[in-house]
């Protein structure tokens, strides 16, 4: 194919541009934020669909919502052209074209639906998501013959310097197609100065910090140095894929209020073996405790308790609602808690914040446990809503980006282990009332603290 074909509504530069003329069949777009390497992808894929009748071509994310927040809108709101006729089939998770072309989509975490047929082209979104495993089991499935090539393509934004993917590129299994913002005629103009929205969008990637900025806004496969869960994070341990949480597995709340910063609150279940399961959490920035409080009643399912004239007020719980939590532990912010207290008619614990002895506790709890799992479990996807401003900026948006970009502070003298830098960590503090509420707070004071 020549880049002329799909030149008249778009135009792929620098890296992007390689993916239409390699014939590879393992291809990876890399670099930092907003490079345009998901929109060369899905055009990519629009081009084979509409070419070739009869196409195959499936969609994949490690988890099947996270795809709909982000490829099918770009793919619906700027490669798709309604005179193509394409539309959604929603039963069979494909898109589907006049011409018997089909691009499904689906999640790596359920993997049986995708992983049983043949296709011809496979992309993966966020590659770095995957595991090797997940990658592979992709490729073997790339044999419908319907196209004069069968590849397994991704994109991603660099992650460690040890990831899966760095180290394919280099053993030549798979090829790295580097891409910069330059390359997104969005951003820069072809006389290489910026536009009004390059500088809006780069001003927000230089707000970053740490591994975050090299990677996002420098395009570097670096790990990040200095982190307080160093030994211990491990996002393959400590992350799971969501279930559903038995009615009598004991609930607890965890909340770290902010309005600039992220609010965060974390729902945690507690396993027979005592594990701590984060099964929700809500990390936004910019509104209001007593609105955050209506969130919490709606996607608890605590419809009786929202305000009377609330569109969502019911006289009764909904029958899914989660049980009442045992304890909500919370920051010491005596007028954010009187506020949740008040539009929860709930009642609030204030959480032992020594940092510390907190971040100990929950490096424990991260770390593999006898039967190999960690103390602490997070499900994959379990952000109520995301942050789109956080988002947008490359921000962390939910628990599981905090533990990266938490670092120990070594200015002025300060030692590894000393104290933290107070940043990237709101979801995190939350995780650390929680776990110093079963760990380090005696029970004797637990349960005769009700008072602030
Ligand atoms: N060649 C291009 N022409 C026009 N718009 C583009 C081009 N490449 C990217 N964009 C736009 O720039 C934005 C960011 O692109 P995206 O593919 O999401 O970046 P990345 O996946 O690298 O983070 C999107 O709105 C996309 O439509
Ligand atoms: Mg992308």
């Given at each position: 194919m020549t880049v002329a074909d799909i030149e008249e509504t778009y135009r792929p530069y620098g890296g992007n541009s390689q993916l239409?003329?390699?014939?590879?069949?393992?291809?990876?777009?890399?670099?930092?934020?907003?490079?345009?390497?998901?929109?060369?992808?899905?055009?990519?894929?629009?081009?084979?669909?509409?070419?070739?009748?009869?196409?195959?071509?499936?969609m994949v994310r490690k988890t099947r919502r996270s795809l709909g927040e982000s490829g099918m809108v770009t793919f619906e709101q700027k490669v798709l052209h309604p005179a193509q006729g394409v539309?959604?089939?929603?039963?069979?998770?494909?898109?589907?074209?006049?011409?018997?072309?089909?691009?499904?989509?689906?999640?790596?975490?359920?993997?049986?639906?995708?992983?049983?047929?043949?296709?011809?082209?496979?992309?993966?979104?966020?590659?770095?998501?995957?595991?090797?495993?997940?990658?592979?089991?992709?490729?073997?499935?790339?044999?419908?013959?319907?196209?004069?090539?069968?590849?397994?393509?991704?994109?991603?934004?660099?992650a460690q310097s040890t990831h899966w993917i760095l180290q394919r590129a280099r053993d030549a299994k798979t090829e790295m197609l580097e891409t910069r913002h330059e390359d997104n005629p969005m951003l820069f103009n072809r006389d290489g100065t910026m536009t009004p929205e390059g500088e809006r969008y780069l001003s927000k990637l230089d707000n970053l910090t740490g591994v975050r900025y090299a990677r996002y806004r420098l395009g570097l496969w670096v790990s990040a140095e200095?982190?307080?869960?160093?030994?211990?994070?491990?996002?393959?341990?400590?992350?799971?894929?969501?279930?559903?949480?038995?009615?009598?597995?004991?609930?607890?709340?965890?909340?770290?209020?902010?309005?600039?910063?992220?609010?965060?609150?974390?729902?945690?279940?507690?396993?027979?073996?005592?594990?701590?399961?984060?099964?929700?959490?809500?990390?936004?920035?910019?509104?209001?405790?007593?609105?955050?409080?209506?969130?919490?009643?709606?996607?608890?399912?605590?419809?009786?308790?929202?305000?009377?004239?609330?569109?969502?007020?019911?006289?009764?719980?909904?029958e899914w609602a989660d049980p009442l939590p045992r304890a909500i532990i919370c920051d010491h912010d005596a007028e954010d808690r009187a506020t949740l207290e008040r539009h929860l008619s709930l009642y609030t614990t204030p959480a032992h914040k020594s940092v510390s002895d907190g971040i100990q506790a929950v490096a424990s709890r991260f770390r593999a446990a006898g039967d190999g799992k960690s103390r602490?479990?997070?499900?994959?996807?379990?952000?109520?809503?995301?942050?789109?401003?956080?988002?947008?900026?490359?921000?962390?948006?939910?628990?599981?980006?905090?533990?990266?970009?938490?670092?120990?502070?070594?200015?002025?003298?300060?030692?590894?282990?000393?104290?933290?830098?107070?940043?990237?960590?709101?979801a995190l503090d939350a995780l650390r009332y929680l776990v110093a509420y079963f760990d380090l707070v005696p029970s004797t004071v637990k349960y005769s603290q009700r008072i602030y």
């Open positions: 239409f003329t390699s014939k590879q069949p393992e291809l990876i777009l890399s670099g930092p934020a907003g490079t345009g390497k998901s929109r060369a992808n899905l055009e990519y894929l629009n081009y084979w669909a509409m070419n070739y009748p009869g196409a195959r071509l499936l539309r959604f089939y929603h039963s069979a998770q494909q898109y589907r074209y006049p011409n018997g072309s089909i691009l499904a989509v689906g999640g790596l975490d359920k993997p049986s639906k995708i992983m049983s047929t043949d296709w011809d082209i496979i992309y993966a979104q966020e590659a770095t998501e995957l595991e090797e495993d997940d990658w592979e089991t992709c490729t073997i499935r790339l044999r419908w013959g319907g196209l004069p090539i069968q590849q397994m393509i991704g994109d991603c934004n660099p200095g982190m307080c869960y160093e030994d211990s994070w491990d996002p393959k341990r400590n992350r799971i894929n969501g279930y559903h949480i038995p009615k009598e597995w004991p609930r607890y709340m965890a909340v770290d209020f902010g309005f600039t910063h992220p609010f965060a609150c974390l729902w945690a279940a507690i396993d027979p073996d005592g594990r701590i399961i984060i099964y929700r959490q809500i990390y936004i920035t910019k509104r209001l405790v007593e609105d955050h409080a209506k969130d919490i009643n709606i996607v608890s399912g605590w419809f009786h308790r929202l305000p009377k004239d609330h569109p969502r007020y019911k006289d009764s719980p909904a602490i479990q997070i499900m994959r996807d379990c952000l109520v809503e995301k942050d789109r401003d956080l988002a947008e900026g490359k921000q962390p948006t939910c628990l599981e980006d905090e533990p990266e970009v938490y670092v120990w502070d070594t200015r002025q003298g300060l030692k590894r282990g000393d104290q933290p830098v107070k940043e990237n960590d709101h």
